[in-house]
């Protein structure tokens, strides 16, 4: 079992910045690949952002390339998402999400919500224009 819990949404301006953070806890953090999704009110959750288990690996949505980056902390159990240059579209609520890294072979495998066991209860990130 892990434990997901996510921090540091909030409301921004066009163009500022958000960290996102993902503590997690109750198993070996480093066994996991780790996701971001997001999700607007009525609509589906959205893959954001992927990381393998070394960091080694990461994988982002096509709108969110060179604005967003995902890293991770082995040490600290946590992931991080640093969102720069935010838009009005980027508003939702930020999932973090956690599989255990044998189910992630293929990209196809990290983008998609249903491969990952466990999830945190969100936070809310609102961009104003």
């Known amino acids: 079992q892990v434990q997901l819990v996510e921090s540091g949404g909030g409301l921004v301006q066009a163009g500022g910045s958000l960290r996102l953070a993902c503590a997690a806890s109750g198993s070996t953090f480093s066994y996991y690949a780790m996701g971001w999704f997001r999700q607007v009110s009525g609509k589906e959750r959205d893959f954001v952002a992927a990381i393998s288990r070394s960091g080694s690996s990461t994988y982002y949505t096509d709108s969110v390339k060179g604005r967003f980056t995902i890293s991770r902390d082995n040490a600290k159990n946590t992931v991080y998402l640093q969102m720069n240059s935010l838009k009005p579209e980027d508003t939702a609520v930020y999932y973090c999400?956690?599989?255990?890294?044998?189910?992630?072979?293929?990209?196809?495998?990290?983008?998609?919500?249903?491969?990952?066991?466990?999830w945190g209860q969100g936070t809310q990130v609102t961009v104003s224009s």
């Open positions: 999400a956690a599989g255990p890294n044998s189910y992630f072979n293929t990209r196809d495998r990290y983008t998609a919500a249903t491969t990952y066991n466990y």
